[in-house]
T-cell receptor
């Protein structure tokens, strides 16, 4: 399995604060990066994907990618208690026999307290 | 959006029996589906890549004779856990994409919670 590393947390932030989730990956050739949210006992749901260096914003969520540093992050602005979940970073391979496969980090558990 | 349906959502079986899990793409055709397994508080681990009309590709360490995958049509892939043991108890999740590999994310089924007693 390709290495995708995340701080497992738990990360705890107050309601209304910015939550910052980080992820690093080992395959320098990776080109597609995804953030999924997973509630306990449920399957992951896609929040954002990013392909290019820089920032990508969607509502309260901003994904940041730095391919040189092999680093991708997710910022959640105005955090809400309903954002409390495990956030999974995923990296898609683009080379060789593993083309197109998605590998996940362990996930960061986020708790937003009222 | 793309919908992936997985069935059953929960199954309890006795050790030694086999369990079949179905994964369907409801509103798109999926030439490739992926099967993941997740143990409590662990990440999703890719088990195998299911290819329509051909043999599945298994990740290192996954027993292909134990986890049988069939992808007979563009909308259906099945995973059969054969001779299940308690250590096979886990959350199994299938996924599929509705576009080419480089520009479409995966859509996940709701998962199957397998408990082997």
């Amino acid at each position: 399995q390709k290495e995708v590393e995340q701080n497992s947390g738990p990360l705890s932030v107050p309601e209304g604060a910015i939550a910052s989730l980080n992820c690093t990956y080992s395959d320098r050739g990776s080109q597609s990066f995804f953030w999924y949210r997973q509630y306990s006992g449920k399957s992951p749901e896609l929040i954002m994907f990013i392909y290019s260096n820089g920032d990508k914003e969607d509502g309260r969520f901003t994904a940041q990618l730095n391919k040189a540093s092999q680093y991708v992050s997710l910022l959640i602005r105005d955090s809400q208690p309903s954002d409390s979940a495990t956030y999974l970073c995923a990296v898609k391979t683009v080379r060789g026999s593993t083309l197109g496969r998605l590998y996940f980090g362990r996930g960061t558990q986020l708790t937003v307290w009222p | 959006g793309a919908v992936v349906s997985q069935h059953p959502s929960r199954v309890i079986c006795k050790s030694g029996t086999s369990v079949k899990i179905e994964c369907r793409s409801l509103d798109f055709q999926a030439t490739t589906m992926f099967w993941y397994r997740q143990f409590p508080k662990q990440s999703l681990m890719l088990m195998a890549t299911s290819n329509e009309g051909s043999k599945a590709t298994y990740e290192q360490g996954v027993e292909k004779d134990k986890f049988l995958i069939n992808h007979a049509s563009l909308t259906l892939s099945t995973l059969t856990v054969t001779s299940a043991h308690p250590e096979d108890s886990s959350f199994y999740i299938c996924s599929a994409r509705d576009g080419t590999p480089n520009n479409s994310p995966l859509h996940f089924g709701n998962g199957t919670r397998l408990t082997v007693t």
